[in-house]
């Protein structure tokens, strides 16, 4: 089941790896320039500001933890909605103020606030010397230059290929027990209130080679928990007519000498099942998880795939955004109601009722009504979420619904309605919760707990949050813990 030999092929075969040291050492070493980074949004921007991490530190940054120590500070910024963007306006008038007792601190703007604004970003930002989107990361040691000749530096090009497959990110803030992987990039799909599509322009898949070599590498290093990330994992391709011809013996090897699934084998094209199973079949004590999948995509095979490795998580995150078929369509799901109950019912009776379940909702999208309202409520009690991302409708400039349909429902009528939802699904995560008390449950320690030394805390299989008294134990190992309360957010235990 080990993978090394091939993966060192691979990797000797492979284009322009950059390798780097990651010592302690090199970090504090001295004469360096320091780069300070700060992520929003979602989880694939912190995946991203590992990427930028890596290529700062071949152009002979080190990183730091404290903005105050830095001589380049980046914010990799979120435009999912306005408070996402209106949080880093506040954090760059502090920016500000640091500036002004060093005036050659450089401040760069990464990421997807960056790509939507451009240049405009400058003009309204005067503290911002750097502008750069999400496929300019490996420009960034450049504009760095510019910037530090005195000229304002600016790239947000969008690219139909970039994966930065080649680039083995720098983890920060790591606990050295969970990474996330990027997969793919960008999206394809147009939901009407999204700006993801513009910041992070097409879909394209990563290098399948590169993925599992990355999550090899981090098991290799002590890691128990690879995340694959992707806006919509669902729809990951990866088209390699020559390269899988020539590397079927590797797939083979990739995978061990079990009986190898037909999405990896017969089609010289990998789904997304494929590429899980590849992962899965890292090891035994590597736990696989991913985000997000679309309900219009998720097929059976992944939830095949993932009935048959134990180190799959079981639990999925399927975003529902709404309850009412009406309002799902204004909202370009391209899917309805009974759709995204079949799927449900899907991942019922493949995966049992034990599959954690999570979903996104969306409060007064444009023309909601209250009985539409009353849907998305209805849905949540049917499907009985384990836990919930609950937003209020956000108008983003330049997405179709901007364009479309006017943003008509009252900022207290959205703050009710979420209010509603957010009390619905505590209810729900309460009791999905209490069905684990009295069960022995698998947990991956994470660290300590956030409340006391004298806890850790780690994740069980459908990523609740489990903490329980430390003994002799350490982060990185599998305990087994009996579950004895909860609350909404928590489980609490004893090792068994
Ligand atoms: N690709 C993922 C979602 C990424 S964005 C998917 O399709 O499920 C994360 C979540 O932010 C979305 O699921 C949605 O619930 C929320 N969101 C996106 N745009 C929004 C907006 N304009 N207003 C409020 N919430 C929004
Ligand atoms: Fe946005 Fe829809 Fe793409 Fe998710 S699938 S990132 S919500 S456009
Ligand atoms: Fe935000 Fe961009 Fe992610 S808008 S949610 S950081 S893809």
């Given at each position: 089941m080990t993978l090394i030999p091939e993966l060192t092929i691979l990797?000797?075969?492979?284009?322009?790896?950059?390798?780097?040291?990651?010592?302690?050492?090199?970090?504090?070493?001295?004469?360096?320039?320091?780069?300070?980074?700060?992520?929003?949004?979602?989880?694939?921007?912190?995946?991203?500001?590992?990427?930028?991490?890596?290529?700062?530190r071949n152009a002979g940054y080190a990183t730091t933890s404290t903005a105050e120590d830095a001589d380049v500070i980046f914010l990799n910024t979120c435009a999912i909605r306005d408070n996402a963007e209106q949080k880093v306006r506040h954090r760059l008038k502090h920016l500000t103020g640091l500036k002004r007792q060093k005036p050659e601190l450089l401040v760069g703007m990464l990421g997807c606030m960056a790509e939507r604004l451009k240049t405009k970003l400058l003009e309204e930002e005067k503290v911002v010397d750097i502008v750069a989107g999400p496929d300019a990361y490996r420009d960034i040691p450049k504009l760095v230059e510019e910037a530090e000749s005195g000229q304002k530096a600016v790239n947000v090009f969008l690219?139909?290929?970039?994966?930065?497959?080649?680039?083995?990110?720098?983890?920060?803030?790591?606990?050295?027990?969970?990474?996330?992987?990027?997969?793919?990039?960008?999206?394809?799909?147009?939901?009407?209130?999204?700006?993801?599509?513009?910041?992070?322009?097409?879909?394209?898949?990563?290098?399948?080679?590169?993925?599992?070599?990355?999550?090899q590498d981090l098991f290799d290093r002590g890691y128990r928990e690879v995340t694959l990330l992707g806006?919509?994992?669902?729809?990951?391709?990866?088209?390699?007519?020559?390269?899988?011809?020539?590397?079927?013996?590797?797939?083979?090897?990739?995978?061990?000498?079990?009986?190898?699934?037909?999405?990896?084998?017969?089609?010289?094209?990998?789904?997304?099942?494929?590429?899980?199973?590849?992962?899965?079949?890292?090891?035994?004590?590597?736990?696989?998880?991913?985000?997000?999948?679309?309900?219009?995509?998720?097929?059976?095979?992944?939830?095949?795939?993932?009935?048959?490795?134990?180190?799959?998580?079981?639990?999925?995150?399927?975003?529902?955004?709404?309850?009412?078929?009406?309002?799902?369509?204004?909202?370009?799901?391209?899917?309805?109601?009974?759709?995204?109950?079949?799927?449900?019912?899907?991942?019922r009776r493949i995966l049992g009722d034990d599959c954690g379940i999570s979903t996104d909702m969306i409060?007064?999208?444009?023309?909601?009504?209250?009985?539409?309202?009353?849907?998305?409520?209805?849905?949540m009690d049917f499907v009985q979420y384990d836990y919930a991302y609950m937003f209020a409708y956000s108008e983003r400039p330049g997405t179709l619904a901007a364009k479309k349909y006017p943003d008509?429902?009252?900022?207290?009528?959205?703050?009710?309605?979420?209010?509603?939802?957010?009390?619905?699904?505590?209810?729900?995560?309460?009791?999905?919760?209490?069905?684990?008390?009295?069960?022995?449950?698998?947990?991956?320690?994470?660290?300590?707990?956030?409340?006391?030394?004298?806890?850790?805390?780690?994740?069980?299989?459908q990523n609740k949050m489990v903490v329980f008294p430390k003994g002799d134990l350490q982060k990185g190992q599998y305990v087994n813990v009996l579950v004895t309360e909860c609350t909404s957010a928590t489980l609490r235990g004893d090792v068994v």
């Amino acid at each position: 089941m080990t993978l090394i030999p091939e993966l060192t092929i691979l990797q000797a075969a492979d284009k322009e790896h950059i390798d780097l040291p990651r010592t302690l050492e090199d970090e504090l070493a001295i004469g360096k320039k320091r780069l300070y980074i700060e992520s929003y949004g979602c989880q694939m921007n912190f995946a991203d500001s590992e990427i930028v991490a890596a290529v700062m530190r071949n152009a002979g940054y080190a990183t730091t933890s404290t903005a105050e120590d830095a001589d380049v500070i980046f914010l990799n910024t979120c435009a999912i909605r306005d408070n996402a963007e209106q949080k880093v306006r506040h954090r760059l008038k502090h920016l500000t103020g640091l500036k002004r007792q060093k005036p050659e601190l450089l401040v760069g703007m990464l990421g997807c606030m960056a790509e939507r604004l451009k240049t405009k970003l400058l003009e309204e930002e005067k503290v911002v010397d750097i502008v750069a989107g999400p496929d300019a990361y490996r420009d960034i040691p450049k504009l760095v230059e510019e910037a530090e000749s005195g000229q304002k530096a600016v790239n947000v090009f969008l690219s139909r290929e970039e994966t930065y497959a080649d680039i083995s990110p720098i983890r920060l803030n790591s606990n050295g027990v969970t990474a996330f992987v990027s997969i793919m990039r960008g999206c394809d799909n147009m939901c009407s209130f999204c700006v993801v599509p513009f910041t992070r322009g097409r879909e394209r898949s990563r290098d399948p080679y590169s993925i599992v070599r990355e999550a090899q590498d981090l098991f290799d290093r002590g890691y128990r928990e690879v995340t694959l990330l992707g806006q919509n994992v669902d729809s990951y391709k990866w088209n390699d007519e020559l390269g899988m011809m020539n590397r079927s013996a590797d797939a083979g090897k990739l995978i061990g000498s079990q009986t190898v699934s037909s999405s990896i084998t017969h089609h010289s094209s990998l789904s997304f099942a494929g590429l899980l199973e590849m992962v899965a079949r890292i090891h035994p004590e590597l736990r696989v998880r991913f985000s997000t999948s679309h309900p219009k995509d998720i097929t059976d095979d992944v939830l095949y795939t993932m009935a048959r490795y134990d180190n799959i998580c079981n639990y999925i995150h399927l975003p529902a955004q709404s309850g009412n078929s009406r309002v799902l369509k204004l909202m370009n799901r391209t899917y309805d109601r009974p759709w995204y109950i079949e799927k449900i019912n899907s991942i019922r009776r493949i995966l049992g009722d034990d599959c954690g379940i999570s979903t996104d909702m969306i409060s007064g999208f444009c023309s909601e009504t209250e009985a539409e309202h009353q849907e998305s409520l209805t849905l949540m009690d049917f499907v009985q979420y384990d836990y919930a991302y609950m937003f209020a409708y956000s108008e983003r400039p330049g997405t179709l619904a901007a364009k479309k349909y006017p943003d008509d429902i009252p900022e207290d009528v959205k703050k009710r309605r979420l209010s509603e939802i957010i009390a619905r699904q505590l209810e729900h995560s309460a009791k999905r919760n209490q069905r684990h008390i009295g069960q022995v449950q698998r947990v991956l320690i994470e660290g300590p707990s956030k409340r006391s030394d004298d806890f850790l805390c780690g994740r069980n299989d459908q990523n609740k949050m489990v903490v329980f008294p430390k003994g002799d134990l350490q982060k990185g190992q599998y305990v087994n813990v009996l579950v004895t309360e909860c609350t909404s957010a928590t489980l609490r235990g004893d090792v068994v």
